[in-house]
């Protein structure tokens, strides 16, 4: 059930960035990270509120650009639903996602985005690339959980 609602909210928000990746394909990662629970990747942090799901965030060691397989984890999937945005939500998951890997051992999680590289610098990512990807320019971000 909890796949179903991450899938239909997934396609929704990405389906024109990310065709692709079909509802089917949402749910059978969202069921994936379902069995992993939170003992390995992939995994998916979710936010709720008042009992309903308004958002998400999963961690996996490889996302969509496979450029670069020795940056391990990827943060991904980052949504909100429209009526829930500016009220701290993505901000939260991405923290906890942060937390859950260095509770994992890992010193370093790693992100594309097209779009939203401004806001990821806020939560204090880095660049590291700028390449094209898919006909558009995505760029890589670097989070140190170390620092």
């Known amino acids: ?3 179903s609602i991450l899938a239909r909210l997934n396609f929704a928000e990405w389906a024109d960035t990310l065709p692709e990746i ?4 949402w749910d059978n990662f969202y069921q994936e990270c379902a069995m992993n629970g939170d003992s390995s990747l992939p995994t998916t942090i979710v936010a709720t509120f008042h009992g309903e799901v308004v958002g998400s965030v999963s961690l996996e060691v490889i996302d969509d650009i496979d450029k670069f397989p020795h940056y391990t984890p990827w943060i ?3 949504v909100v639903a429209r009526d829930y945005r500016n009220k701290g939500i ?9 937390r859950f ?7 370093k999680v790693f992100l594309w985005t ?8 806020r939560l204090g990512w880095s660049v590291i690339h700028r390449i094209p990807f ?5 760029v890589i971000m670097v ?4 620092g």
């Open 76 to 78: 991904s999937g980052l």
């Open 22 to 25: 079909t509802h089917s394909a």
């Open 143 to 146: 989070l140190d959980l170390e």
């Open 101 to 107: 890997a260095v509770e994992m051992g890992y010193s």
């Open 114 to 121: 097209y779009e939203q590289e401004t806001m990821y610098q």
């Open 1 to 3: 059930m909890l796949a």
């Open 134 to 138: 898919k006909g558009r320019g995505a």
């Open 90 to 98: 993505a901000s939260q998951l991405m923290q906890n996602a942060s």
